[in-house]
């Protein structure tokens, strides 16, 4: 026997004496005796010299027929690539994965591979979206070398894996879905992917906290990560790169889920912002946002109420708390504005999230309005970045944003001083943030 001859069944952590509680993992009685776990060929066999003038490089994408989904990719899945997908239970993973086979198989076979549901199940759903997808093939199976053989006698122009966390190898002896099991497979599917130059989709499961469930590492592994997103209770669907090998990570696409399967939304600004810009509403202010290129008018909204006796509370949804609690804090220090014995809620409309530092005054000017009581002017939009001591900063591409919003309608905007604006609606440049909330609010 080699020298570590326990394996914990959760994590693949070795020792090499069986212990009752795994070290690295916590998990109690998962320690098994260890046989040679990997018996994956070295890399090394055939391997031979290239210089990087003679391999072939020509762009060759495939498009995947879904505007939105290409447009995440960066124009189409790059042949070969591992491309994970992950997203909160029942938000449209396969779904969208099953419209991209039937998109795809126009070129070719497209294996399906299903650990979560029977092949009845997946039909199912693709005649509910419409699908045909004679060119489709189904297959119920978790065991990744079994699917591996398919792939070789398929040779599909695309695979997808639904989901990661439930296909498995022999060889290890863990758990599907534990850090093992993930890490392994998904090296199995990108050594797949590589030698035989198919894109593979893996889907991914995402833990309470919103991350993927499984090894970090999982994220190295593959080449493009991508989340979907949105809230359970509306219909939009945000997909949103984070890593990507072949294209930017901040584009998003955005689409509806309707009956028949996940649509496009070619022009998402005015799914966000709300159908109230000519009302004074207090605690409400529009933000041009940019996702990626595209900017995006979302509506932010703030709450204040008093609460003079506990800890005051901090909440927001889709905009980050802890940069909240820094505007709450410089409204206090430098406007003067008396948070300390106040709840504060921020909620960005629609299910966005808001990552972007330009949205800071847009925030900071709805919590004002709320504190105030006081609405924002009617037909204006805020923008700009707030730094520590108060001051607004400028913020890339302001013009691109100006512009959206006056398409929208928009009349005026309260901006950081910047040195050319177009003059697409009425500019007030502010350099404070205090000077923001004289310009901005009734
Ligand atoms: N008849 C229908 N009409 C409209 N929307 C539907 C219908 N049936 C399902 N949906 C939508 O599809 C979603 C489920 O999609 P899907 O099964 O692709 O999600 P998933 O992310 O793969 O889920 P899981 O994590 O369970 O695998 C539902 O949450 C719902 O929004
Ligand atoms: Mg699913």
Redesign the pocket.
Known sequence: MSKTDFQCTACGYQSPRWVGRCPACGNWDSFVAAKAVSNRKSAREGSALHSLTEVAAEDARLPTGITEFDRVLGGGVVPGSLVLIG????????????QTAECLCGRGTVLYATG??SARQVSL?AK?LGIRGANIYIASETDVDVIKEHIASLNPAAVII??IQTTSRSQVQAVPGSVAQVRECAAEFQQVAKGTETPVFL?G?VTKDGILAGPRLLEHAVDVVLY?EGD?HH?YRILRGVKNRFGATDEIGVFE????GLVDVPNPSALFHGARQEEAVVGSVVVPTLQGTRPLLVEVQALVSANPYGMPRRMATGYDVNRATLLIAVLDKKVGLKLGHCDTYINAVGGVKITEPAADLAVAVAVASSYREAAVLPGTVVVGEVGLTGEVRPVNALNARLKEAAKLGFRRAVVCAAREVQDYLETVQVDTLGDALEAALE
């Open positions: 997203g909160d239970p029942g938000i449209g993973k396969s779904t969208l994965l099953l979560e549901e759903r509910r639904d989901s889907i499961h979907l359970r219909n889920m309707r009956e028949e």
